[in-house]
């Protein structure tokens, strides 16, 4: 009898609990997000500023979290030294931890910008944002869950759907222009809105990032193909955000 083995099967169950335990703050991690990304266009449609404050505030709850996985990978990489799989679970629970606080970034981005929205008379493109959150929303879920279910045919479809993101982003861009030329008074409110709708996009790509990642832990090897972008908004004349 090997006098080693309970020893051995001591550190695997532990190992493997602290692996349980990360995957599980990513998917709280991703859980707030998407509350915050729900409750931020919900002050968008409804104008409410006290809402969206709270988006603000409660952005905090997901930097935390980012901290804690941090903590928690180094702890692994030194104490646990992983190998092969171990090692991609553990590196990619980082940078999808790292995509996640972002997306949450951008929902309180949303709802900041909102706050200044408010100020001025509601604008008739305003109603285009929330199709635009739905898709970069479900894109966010789909990704989440392949990581949940480690499942990179689920990751890589969605990885190809962020393209209509991007196409929906162009034409309210375009829409967008349009209106503020057609009256000088909608430029302050547009421009806001243009914002917004980027931060919905740059959210899409996040997502294509968390989907690259569960790919590269189930197989070990990037995506072979080049992801198509549908944002065209490179050739129009744009505006730079200075955050």
Not at 178 to 203: G, Q, S, V, W
């Amino acid at each position: 009898m090997n006098a080693n083995a309970p020893t051995s099967e001591h550190i695997v169950k532990s190992y493997d609990e602290e692996l349980h335990r990360l995957t599980g703050e990513i998917q709280r991690m991703g859980e707030i997000a998407l509350a915050q990304l729900d409750a931020a266009i919900d002050a968008v449609l409804e104008r409410d500023s006290d809402s969206a404050r709270k988006v603000v505030q409660s952005d905090a709850a997901i930097d935390t979290l980012e901290h804690d996985v941090s903590h928690d990978v180094v702890r692994l990489l030194a104490l646990r030294q992983p190998m092969a799989r171990d090692l991609r679970e553990i590196l990619a629970a980082l940078r999808i931890a790292a995509d996640i606080e972002r997306i949450g970034d951008y929902a309180a981005n949303v709802a900041k910008r909102s706050i200044v929205l408010n100020q001025s008379a509601p604008v008739q493109l305003a109603y285009a944002l929330p199709r635009l959150a739905r898709l970069a929303e479900n894109l966010v879920r789909e990704v989440l869950a392949a990581y949940r279910e480690n499942d990179a045919d689920r990751a890589l479809e969605a990885w190809t759907r962020d393209e209509e993101l991007d196409e929906q982003y162009t034409g309210l861009f375009r829409e967008l222009l349009t209106y503020m030329m057609e009256d000088p008074r909608n430029i302050t409110p547009c421009t806001h809105l243009l914002f917004m709708a980027k931060n919905l996009e740059r959210i899409g790509d996040h997502a294509t990032n968390i989907a690259e990642n569960v790919y590269f832990l189930v197989h070990g090897t990037q995506i072979a193909q080049t992801r198509r972008k549908g944002d065209a908004t490179s050739s129009l004349s744009t505006i730079d955000d200075p955050r």
